[in-house]
């Protein structure tokens, strides 16, 4: 590695080369309490060594966390990279089917988990729950004790050059990150080490992280954007982190305010929150300079709103597949180029393309495509979905945007009807699935419906039959513990009859017009 080079390899020795030289140096601090760099480095080859002492994993095994952001989480994913594991971290917010469905494909030889969780999955069937139960904050009959992961200090480290059997190699998969497909089904994104330590890198560059960077991270953890974005990236150049079990207004205002961090991602609901807090126009944000947005369409009075404090507001587009870096503003670019995602990242390439494939010019909207080696080497267990999401090597994004005669990107629409809502994608066909089954309805359609706070909340239009009564209430009770509540509709509009084509197919755009009309 040369100096200042950003990309650090192996991704296990990212800690253990900060504790080297700046040992003292603040690596994470969690509700008060802070490790240095050193103190971080011992606590991942504690784990690391249990990991494999007492669990007996090994390179390849999967091991899953479910809870609220947590050192620990952060702590696995290092140790994990030193043993060739791989991290499946799960969205806490989804429905008890949902988390099943992940357990089920991913089959992972361990869970770590949170008390709040605890029933929940003893709930699962035997063939969903993994052979090993690891509580992370209480104790339970049938759980190993988390801390008795951290118990063996009577060895040397598993370390970069005295690898287990097939050691840690960039090539290594160390994330499974589940997204949904247009289907509905979740399908697992596999992000190598090499993957991550290239994001890393666009990260270094798209914020000009280094060691004296203060990062708060507040936005969920099994979210690429909440773990890869800032977090990650920090602890290879030396920052630190500021870790936030969930993300609370007043919360966040009083770290910044006291704590003083220099770098922050927020989503676009995020953003609206603070803004609307009453507490924003005096709060003291001047130690921020810049924050990350993303996710979705970020409306501009959101931007604005921070600019006009003084804070520039830059903007990442990618995908759980994409790790997520691909495009970026930097600071410099934000005022000038707002509503834009900025241009390509250093490490990588995108292309916009028309239907046919063929390069759209600059101003015409196309596809965007991204390529380069922070892209996902394929969705687990999935090869006919891997196919699909790539074309001659670039990863198909789905979504709709066009380039500036300088690179800029701006997104437009989504290709398919992915709704963004926050921080989350939502799929149609997931609900319309769920709400199909019901006795008396014909047919639903759902759309996304523009939110101020959201982004996009998610609508559903209902064919009933002719002698069916339902009301909006009646009908959704039908999703309560099927999916997650962030995923209802926040409308039911109930028609005669849905437009459709010559060949029967519902016209979705005429359904997305009504809102115009509004």
């Known amino acids: 590695m040369g100096e200042g080079d950003p ?8 800690v253990h080369r900060q504790a080297t030289g700046h040992g003292e140096r603040r690596a994470l601090t969690f509700e008060g309490e802070t490790w240095t760099y050193a103190d971080f480095a011992d606590r991942i080859d504690r784990l690391a060594r249990g990991l494999d002492r007492h669990l007996g994993l090994g390179p390849g095994d999967r091991i899953a966390y479910l809870g609220h952001n947590h050192p620990d989480l952060v702590t696995l994913v290092f140790a994990a990279a030193r043993l060739s594991l791989i991290v499946v971290p799960m969205n806490w917010r989804l429905a008890p089917p949902e988390l099943e469905a992940i357990l089920l494909d991913a089959e992972p030889d361990a869970l770590i988990a949170e008390e ?8 699962f069937p035997a063939n969903a729950r993994p052979s090993h139960l690891v509580a992370l904050d209480f104790s339970r009959q049938g759980w190993f004790p988390f801390d008795d992961l951290l118990s063996p200090r ?17 090539a290594s998969p160390l994330l499974i990150v589940y997204t949904s497909g247009t289907t509905g089904l979740a399908k697992g994104a596999v992000l190598t080490q090499d993957a991550v330590c290239w994001n890393a890198a ?15 991270t507040a936005l969920p953890l099994f979210h690429v954007g909440g773990l890869n974005i800032q977090t990650l990236p920090g602890l290879a150049v030396g920052a630190e982190v500021l870790l936030e079990a969930r993300f609370d207004p007043v919360a966040v205002l009083r770290i910044i305010a006291e704590a003083k961090p220099t770098q922050t991602v927020l ?6 929150a603070l803004i609307d807090h009453s507490g924003f126009e005096d709060a003291e944000l001047s130690s921020l300079r810049q924050i990350a947005t993303g996710s979705s369409l970020v409306p501009s009075a959101l931007i604005q709103a921070f600019h006009d ?3 520039p507001v ?18 410099v670019d934000a005022i000038r180029t707002m509503g834009s995602a900025g241009k390509v990242g250093k490490h990588g390439e995108m292309r916009v393309v028309d ?14 495509q991204i390529r380069g080696p922070q892209v996902m080497t394929g969705y687990w267990r999935n090869p006919s979905a891997t196919d699909e999401a790539f074309c001659e090597g670039w990863f198909r994004t789905g979504d709709v945007g066009r380039l500036d005669a300088e690179g800029n990107l701006f997104v437009e629409a989504r290709k398919d009807d992915l709704i963004k809502s926050g921080s989350e994608r939502i799929y149609p066909a997931e609900i319309e699935d769920l709400l199909r089954a019901v006795d008396g309805v014909d047919e639903v359609i759902v759309v996304g419906r523009a939110d101020s706070v959201w982004g996009e909340v998610p609508v559903a239009f209902v064919q009933t039959a002719a002698n069916a009564e339902w009301d909006a209430d009646q009908l959704l009770k039908h999703l309560d513990g099927r999916i997650a509540r962030f995923k209802w509709p926040k409308e039911v509009r109930f028609v005669e009859a849905l437009p459709r084509s010559a060949l029967g197919k519902v016209l979705r755009y005429r359904l997305r017009a009504e809102f115009d009309q509004d």
């Open 7 to 14: 990309i650090i390899r192996p991704l296990g020795d990212w």
């Open 116 to 123: 709040a969780f605890a029933d929940q999955i003893e709930s």
């Open 154 to 170: 009577d060895s040397p480290a598993v370390a970069s050059g005295d690898k287990p059997a097939g050691g840690a190699s960039g």
């Open 202 to 216: 666009n990260s270094v560059d798209m914020h000009d992280l280094t060691g004296e960077d203060r990062i708060l």
């Open 267 to 272: 989503v676009p609901a995020m953003m609206k």
């Open 309 to 311: 404090r003084g804070i």
């Open 314 to 331: 830059t903007q990442v587009y990618g995908t759980t597949e994409t790790a997520p870096i691909a495009v970026y503003q930097r600071a």
């Open 355 to 368: 239907d046919d494939g063929r390069i759209s010019e600059p101003g015409v909207p196309g596809e965007i």
